[in-house]
């Protein structure tokens, strides 16, 4: 995508940026920072280790090697995508290269900040790598055929190319480069979703249906084998479609819904918290005005009534999970930054609240009254209404004490 105007970036991040997070103190080598370079079909990381000083980075920068700020998962992205999402930093000299030709597992969109890069983007080679579940190792100019695309990022600039897409990126003489490369849909595939559906299917399969228990023939490796696959036998025939028979039947046995939700619940364990507006923030329990003043604590409780309007915080940063334990509701708004430093986050809900739960997730995004949650009596209403606003999962549509 062609921007006409350069500066389209203009205060997403700068080399000055970049600058300043050296010399925050906060940066060290191969946990926030990597330097790479990519000469003569070889491509290095040069990873000391310690902190990542700014004498020494931009030292590395100019004998042509390229830092790279692997940045955190992006959390409004996040929602959108409904997947993980990500966001890495490129700094690359005049006249380099900083990583080899390669294709990943995530759909890419590259934002050029700053300067220059030429690009070449490459179809994959085989069928096997079209929306591949893994990252290629580095390629040789060898292995390539021409490129399906060519061409030059300038400042404002955007460039997407999907899964299994070889790429490659250098820069001119003339200018150096600084881009955001933005990254989602990690193993977010029908594959992956099968890998938790089936063997849930099959387990609930053997405990239902006597079929799926009863013995394998006695002579069953005597006909059946890779040394018997050639034979022809009436007895593999029978086998085969009694395998056929019983993976067919597995999908009266499938719980869709429920290895759906167990997606979800590792998904927003997976997510950062939610970034919030300035007014969210006031109307949330994170911009509550609870302090201590004059020797004692005030304003610290939460006066919910009937007549509160209410709504979630975000419509994506909840899931209602059937588990055995009971009825779990997962949520993200006290999730780390950190990525996965603690458990997930639930909260073992009453199943009469379910209902209003549901009832939240699709009034979102208007506000609904406190009284019209669908529990049995007011001070359930009221109850729950408080219980997850103390969690950030609710907020009201005016601030609850005015500052």
Avoid at 93 to 105: I, L, M, N, S, V
Avoid at 303 to 310: Q, R, S, Y
Avoid at 370 to 396: H, R, W, Y
Wanted: aromatic share 10%; with cysteine.
């Amino acid at each position: 995508v062609r921007r006409g105007d350069p500066g389209y970036y203009a205060g997403l991040f700068s080399t000055a940026d970049f600058d300043a997070a050296l010399h925050s103190g906060e940066v060290h080598f191969g946990t926030h920072l990597d330097v790479t370079s990519y000469a003569e079909g070889v491509r290095e990381t040069h990873n000391p280790s310690g902190p990542a000083l700014p004498a020494v980075v931009w030292d590395f920068y100019q004998n042509g090697w390229s830092p790279r700020l692997p940045g955190p998962p992006a959390s409004i992205l996040q929602e959108h995508f409904g997947s993980m999402a990500g966001a890495n930093t490129y700094l690359t000299p005049p006249g380099t290269q900083g990583f080899a030709p390669h294709y990943d597992d995530i759909e890419a969109f590259v934002l050029q900040l700053e300067g220059k890069k030429h690009w070449r983007v490459y179809n994959p080679r085989t069928g096997a790598e079209v929306l591949p579940q893994f990252s290629s190792a580095n390629l040789t100019q060898a292995e390539l055929g021409e490129p399906v695309l060519e061409t030059v990022l300038e400042a404002g600039d955007l460039l997407y190319f999907p899964r299994g897409f070889i790429h490659q990126g250098d820069c001119l003489p003339d200018a150096h480069s600084l881009h955001i490369t933005v990254s989602s849909y990690q193993r977010n595939s029908w594959g992956d979703l099968l890998e938790k559906l089936l063997p849930a299917a099959l387990q609930m399969a053997l405990e239902e249906d006597v079929e799926y228990r009863q013995g394998l023939p006695m002579d069953y490796l005597q006909y059946m084998g890779v040394t018997n696959s050639d034979a022809v036998d009436a007895r593999r025939t029978t086998f085969m479609e009694k395998v056929q028979r019983l993976i067919k039947k597995l999908v009266d046995y499938a719980p869709v819904d429920a290895a759906v939700d167990q997606r979800a619940k590792s998904f927003l364990h997976d997510c950062l918290p939610p970034v919030l507006t300035r007014s969210e923030k006031a109307q949330s329990v994170y911009g509550f005005p609870a302090r201590w003043q004059d020797g004692a604590p005030c304003d610290v409780d939460i006066l919910i009534t009937k007549d509160t309007a209410v709504r979630l915080l975000r419509h994506g940063i909840v899931r209602l999970c059937n588990e055995e334990a009971g009825v779990m509701l997962y949520y993200t708004t006290e999730n780390s930054r950190v990525y996965h430093k603690e458990e997930p986050k639930f909260l073992e809900i009453d199943p009469e609240y379910t209902d209003s739960i549901e009832f939240l997730l699709s009034s979102y995004p208007n506000h609904v009254r406190v009284d019209a949650l669908p529990c049995e009596t007011l001070e359930d209403k009221i109850s729950l209404a408080t219980l997850l606003f103390e969690k950030g999962i609710l907020t009201t549509k005016k601030p609850l004490v005015q500052v």
